[in-house]
């Protein structure tokens, strides 16, 4: 079973420019959630998305937006970067939502590079 | 609010060594699940072990085990006759379902930082 992807898996942008970063999960997972993870402030929550519907959002500013298709593919959209965008972004996918399903998988990552 | 610490920024071990890492946590819930991943130079995170809050039998796998101690609220780490291979960052991280509307995210510890040398 092919694992978790991310592309690209690097990215170099300039302050100000937006961002699309995308995510196809594990065969089967409808569940997918974002984290984005900095030398300073470790690996914290940005998302998650279950049957095309954002299910919950962690603390981090409207400039951060995603999306998940019908086939559980999803994007998340960072618009008018800034210098402390620069980061690894993670995602992860797991089967279901709750209960002993929970164990979420994770990608390799896009690192992102603000100049 | 969920909080995960792992006090140990940072540890050096020669190989062959056993090594603990530690982590404790702080949640009002009483159902709740705790993680730990492993982090190579590659950047992909790794699941190594999930325990349910109901759950606190001792585990091992291999060169790996896992002590959970509901009354001190930790769910240490502990690898057993350390390899060069096992250098990554490791985080321990806390889930708490939520039933009704069926979301959980995870909340990370900063990350321990394990140097294992010939």
């Known amino acids: 079973k092919a694992g978790v992807t991310q592309t690209p898996r690097y990215l170099i942008k300039t302050r100000g420019q937006q961002v699309t970063l995308s995510c196809s999960p594990i065969s089967g997972h409808r569940s997918v959630s974002w984290y984005q993870q900095t030398p300073g402030q470790g690996l914290q929550f940005l998302f998650e998305y279950f049957s095309e519907t954002q299910r919950n959002k962690g603390n981090f500013p409207g400039r951060f937006s995603g999306r998940q298709f019908s086939n559980s593919r999803s994007e998340m959209n960072v618009s008018t970067l800034e210098l402390g965008d620069s980061a690894l972004y993670l995602c992860?996918?797991?089967?279901?939502?709750?209960?002993?399903?929970?164990?979420?998988?994770f990608g390799p990552g896009t690192r992102l590079t603000v100049l | 609010a969920q909080k995960v610490t792992q006090a140990q920024t940072e540890i050096s071990v020669v190989e062959k060594e056993d090594v603990t890492l530690d982590c404790v946590y702080e949640?009002?819930?009483?159902?709740?699940?705790l993680f730990w991943y492993k982090q190579p130079p590659s950047g992909e995170l790794v699941f190594l072990i999930r325990?349910?809050?109901?759950?606190?039998q001792n585990e091992i796998s291999g060169r790996y085990s896992w002590n959970f101690q509901k009354s001190t609220s930790s769910f240490n780490f502990t690898i057993t006759a350390s390899q060069v291979v096992d250098s990554a960052v490791y985080f321990c991280?806390?889930?708490?379902?939520?039933?009704?509307?069926?979301?959980?995210?995870?909340?990370f510890g900063k990350g321990t930082m394990l140097l294992v040398s010939p």
């Open positions: 949640t009002r819930d009483t159902t709740y699940y």
């Open positions: 992860a996918s797991s089967a279901t939502l709750q209960g002993r399903d929970n164990e979420q998988f």
């Open positions: 991280a806390l889930s708490q379902p939520k039933m009704n509307s069926g979301y959980s995210t995870l909340t």
């Open positions: 325990r349910n809050s109901f759950d606190e």
